[in-house]
């Protein structure tokens, strides 16, 4: 691997988008093209409902969940806690190579580590909310032996895992949008949240506990480690289509960076539980590395002061 291609080492790249967008497609997409490239990979199943990533990543079996490996909820009497009522960071969430059981994690043929925050189906009746798989999502870090991973994480549907905070523990959010009134929206929104961010927003905190927790989301959100936003169009049918989505976004000063046509054969690989495989779709995600690679070069150039100085740390810079 060359210079250029360690660029994007141990950055973190979170997957957004409504129900159905296909931002499990995209992080698929992704890690493939990561991985060719010679980066370490690391996937992270952050949707607490939705399954078959592993499979759909050609993994070589779907990984027990780390909510079983941290010890649980707190609504089950485990120390896993929901970030919206506690904020503090999760004990050991930090793991270096040796330090997590082998059932833990999957591998693909192409050497990327798979692993499973935790799926609220298992938890039987009652299991209510999944915030602590979100706050697994938010601070888990793989720490293999050499160069440091690359970890993309999938969340679930919707902006409610990027409320609860996660955002402020990624390096990069990608946001994918079919072609719907309801994707255009949910692009739309998360741009707003990040605009947010940068004018200096920071969270409510009314109702937690203790000044001590209080403190510990407002660091977060000041000290936020997000440099931007990448907005992919997928699902789409035809060339009229993508014009008039990327007119839509527009209007909300939105540019797609890249477009993933409609795909009966990923749709097929969804349903039967197995590898995706699309040279097209992968030249598209191809295209976020290269905008990532490229931008991160010209920070780590033009870098003269720490991102948490002022307010401007806060700033979603456009790629």
Same mark, same amino acid.
């Given at each position: 691997? %060359?210079?250029?291609?360690? *660029?994007?080492?141990?950055? @973190?790249?979170?997957?957004? !988008?409504?129900?159905? &967008?296909?931002?499990?497609?995209?992080?698929?997409?992704?890690?493939?093209?990561?991985?060719?490239?010679g980066y370490a990979v690391c996937v992270v199943?952050? =949707?607490?409902? %939705?399954?078959?990533?592993?499979?759909?990543?050609?993994?070589?079996?779907?990984?027990?969940?780390?909510?079983?490996?941290?010890?649980?909820?707190?609504? &089950?009497?485990?120390?896993?806690?929901?970030?919206?009522?506690?904020?503090?960071?999760?004990?050991?969430a930090r793991l270096r190579a040796g330090q997590?059981?082998?059932?833990?994690? /999957?591998?693909?043929?192409?050497? #990327?580590?798979?692993?499973?925050?935790?799926? *609220? !189906?298992?938890?039987?009746?009652? $299991?209510?909310c999944d915030g602590p798989m979100t706050k697994? /999502?938010?601070?888990?870090?793989?720490?293999?032996?050499?160069?440091?991973?690359?970890?993309?994480?999938?969340?679930?549907?919707?902006?409610? =895992?990027?409320?609860?905070?996660?955002?402020?523990?990624?390096?990069?959010?990608?946001?994918? +949008?079919?072609?719907?009134?309801?994707?255009? @929206?949910?692009? $739309?929104?998360?741009?707003?949240?990040?605009?947010?961010?940068?004018?200096?927003?920071?969270?409510?905190?009314?109702?937690?506990? &203790?000044?001590?927790?209080?403190?510990? #989301?407002?660091?977060?959100?000041?000290?936020?480690?997000?440099?931007?936003?990448?907005?992919?169009?997928?699902?789409?049918? =035809?060339?009229?289509?993508?014009?008039?989505?990327?007119?839509?976004?527009?209007?909300?000063?939105?540019? /797609?960076?890249? &477009? *993933?046509?409609?795909?009966? !054969?990923? @749709?097929?690989?969804?349903?039967?539980?197995?590898? +995706?495989?699309?040279?097209?779709?992968?030249?598209?995600?191809?295209? *976020?590395?290269? $905008?990532?690679?490229?931008?991160?070069?010209?920070?780590? %150039?033009?870098?003269?002061?720490?991102?948490?100085?002022? %307010? =401007?740390?806060?700033?979603?810079?456009?790629?």
């Amino acid at each position: 691997m %060359n210079e250029q291609h360690r *660029i994007l080492a141990g950055q @973190r790249i979170g997957l957004f !988008g409504r129900g159905g &967008s296909g931002k499990s497609t995209c992080a698929v997409l992704l890690a493939k093209v990561l991985a060719k490239a010679g980066y370490a990979v690391c996937v992270v199943d952050a =949707d607490s409902t %939705n399954e078959g990533l592993p499979q759909a990543l050609g993994a070589d079996r779907t990984p027990e969940s780390l909510l079983a490996w941290f010890g649980g909820t707190v609504f &089950s009497g485990g120390p896993v806690t929901c970030p919206v009522d506690d904020p503090l960071p999760l004990a050991g969430a930090r793991l270096r190579a040796g330090q997590l059981p082998g059932q833990y994690v /999957a591998r693909t043929p192409d050497g #990327i580590r798979v692993f499973q925050a935790g799926k *609220i !189906g298992l938890l039987g009746p009652g $299991a209510g909310c999944d915030g602590p798989m979100t706050k697994i /999502a938010r601070d888990f870090a793989f720490e293999p032996e050499g160069m440091a991973p690359v970890t993309i994480v999938d969340f679930k549907a919707g902006a409610e =895992d990027a409320s609860r905070g996660v955002i402020t523990s990624l390096d990069w959010i990608v946001v994918v +949008l079919d072609p719907s009134y309801a994707g255009i @929206r949910a692009a $739309a929104t998360m741009k707003t949240m990040l605009d947010q961010m940068r004018a200096g927003y920071l969270p409510a905190t009314q109702h937690l506990a &203790s000044p001590e927790q209080a403190d510990v #989301i407002r660091r977060a959100y000041r000290e936020a480690r997000t440099k931007g936003a990448l907005y992919v169009l997928n699902k789409v049918p =035809d060339a009229e289509t993508e014009r008039l989505m990327r007119q839509r976004l527009l209007e909300s000063q939105i540019e /797609a960076l890249a &477009s *993933i046509r409609e795909d009966p !054969g990923l @749709r097929r690989s969804w349903l039967h539980g197995e590898c +995706l495989q699309s040279a097209a779709a992968e030249a598209e995600a191809a295209k *976020i590395v290269r $905008a990532l690679e490229q931008h991160c070069g010209t920070a780590t %150039n033009q870098q003269s002061t720490p991102r948490h100085a002022s %307010n =401007d740390a806060l700033a979603p810079e456009a790629v």
